[in-house]
């Protein structure tokens, strides 16, 4: 038994981490997110995967692969766990879950265990063990069936409850992060997609905006997943390939087996403490933990290839100012374990939307905090590992010339006038 403070907490669910394909038990997660004492949860891995040696540490960097009677605990879903967390359905998750249960809360325990194993990583969550080649099949919707999808997420998105066989086709939409519309579907070819769909509130269709946005990006060189665009009667669905799937080889005609490839999330790396509001942003401590100054030591730390990724994570930086992405949070930077090894990689581009209505990022970027300029993301180039002001304005450079014929990537991703008139008008940076 574990034990908080003024309460014993008796473990609660089993950790397990795929690897290769096979469900191996890594600790145990002890949760309490009820009264007046608020969320609690902890964490001990197992001896029998301290002893395993296939075993790496679920986060480097706060969750060392020490001893098995080390306790983790926290008291905020991104502070020391925040990697355990990472595999849990974040806002759009929640709320599927909430109108399912006719608006009643759901306790985090039940909704680690809702989760079908979809979520980010190779981290899942069971109430019982598990035989390590046990794997529960679900149902993944077909992309076939994007037209129903975008009329029932509709739905949940005003409340309305799904119901029968609606209810279990949008079971795969209860792991996925973000706070947007959004669930998993499978191709033709049995690889797995995330479809995000749109709101009818939205001024613009920022699937389309997303889709230009990462066309750019690959042009300029980043790692940037496959991206499609399926038109609907709501409108324009992006789907982005899964990046933290593999399939393996099947044996003797089984089907193809999909392994889980980890993932870690800055938040989780970095570990905000929950003390540090939204307000606090701007001073010292916000500064010294919200910044990409910050994901740079990070790389340098984890990353099998640092230079590279340090490159990178610059060049995105300079494109979330250049498509005045600001929405630039410390959960939309991630990594994925090297396949082999036990370090890491900066994850291929997600999440690269313009922003209306903000004109700050949500992380720091140079001299002049959050300002989104071209001249404040210069500033402090150095902290990227680049000797020269010559290096970082190449980069600069190089994304600018890119963005700069942004309008002809808004018409390939068939977006109205209208509309790239209004997203155009979000660009601050270059009207400076």
Excluded: C
């Excluded at 014993?8 to 394909?21: H, N, S, T």
Aim: proline share 4%.
């Amino acid at each position: 038994m574990i034990s908080r403070t003024s309460k014993a907490v008796e473990p609660q669910l089993y950790v397990y981490v795929d690897i290769r394909g096979e469900a191996v038990l890594a600790g145990m997660l002890a949760l309490d997110d009820e009264g007046e004492q608020g969320f609690f949860a902890q964490f001990q891995y197992a001896q029998s995967y301290i002893d395993d040696p296939r075993a790496f540490a679920l986060d480097p960097l706060n969750l060392p692969l020490t001893d098995a009677r080390r306790t983790f605990q926290t008291e905020s879903r991104y502070e020391t766990l925040g990697a355990i967390f990472d595999a849990a359905p974040d806002a759009w998750g929640r709320n599927v879950m909430r109108v399912d249960r006719d608006g009643a809360d759901v306790r985090e325990d039940e909704v680690l265990l809702k989760g079908r194993g979809m979520g980010v990583g190779a981290l899942f969550f069971s109430a019982s063990v598990l035989t390590p080649n046990m794997r529960r099949v679900y149902r993944l919707p077909e992309t076939s069936e994007i037209d129903t999808l975008a009329g029932l997420l509709a739905d949940i998105d005003n409340g309305v409850k799904p119901k029968g066989l609606y209810r279990d086709l949008l079971g795969s939409s209860w792991d996925i992060g973000g706070a947007r519309p959004k669930t998993i579907v499978r191709d033709d070819a049995g690889e797995m997609w995330i479809a995000k769909f749109p709101r009818a509130r939205d001024s613009y269709d920022r699937q389309r905006v997303e889709f230009a946005n990462l066309t750019m990006a690959r042009e300029i060189g980043m790692t940037v997943p496959e991206v499609r665009l399926i038109d609907t009667p709501l409108g324009a669905v992006l789907m982005t390939r899964r990046f933290d799937r593999v399939q393996l080889a099947s044996v003797a005609g089984d089907e193809p087996v999909v392994a889980r490839r980890h993932f870690l999330s800055g938040a989780a790396l970095i570990s905000p403490s929950p003390r540090i509001g939204k307000r606090e942003l701007d001073s010292a401590r916000g500064r010294a933990t919200f910044s990409y100054a910050r994901l740079a030591d990070v790389v340098r730390r984890i990353s099998s290839h640092p230079v590279k990724d340090l490159q990178e994570l610059y060049a995105r930086m300079v494109l979330n100012v250049a498509v005045h992405n600001t929405d630039d949070h410390l959960k939309n930077v991630g990594f994925l374990k090297d396949e082999t090894g036990f370090s890491y990689r900066l994850s291929p581009l997600f999440d690269v939307v313009t922003q209306e209505g903000s004109s700050k990022h949500y992380l720091h970027l140079g001299i002049s905090g959050r300002e989104s300029t071209f001249e404040n993301a210069l500033s402090e180039y150095r902290r990227f590992g680049l000797r020269t002001e010559t290096a970082a304005q190449a980069i600069v450079d190089r994304v600018k010339k890119v963005v700069t014929q942004r309008r002809d990537y808004y018409a390939q991703a068939r977006m109205p006038q209208q509309e790239i008139d209004r997203v155009e008008a979000a660009l601050s940076a270059w009207r400076r």
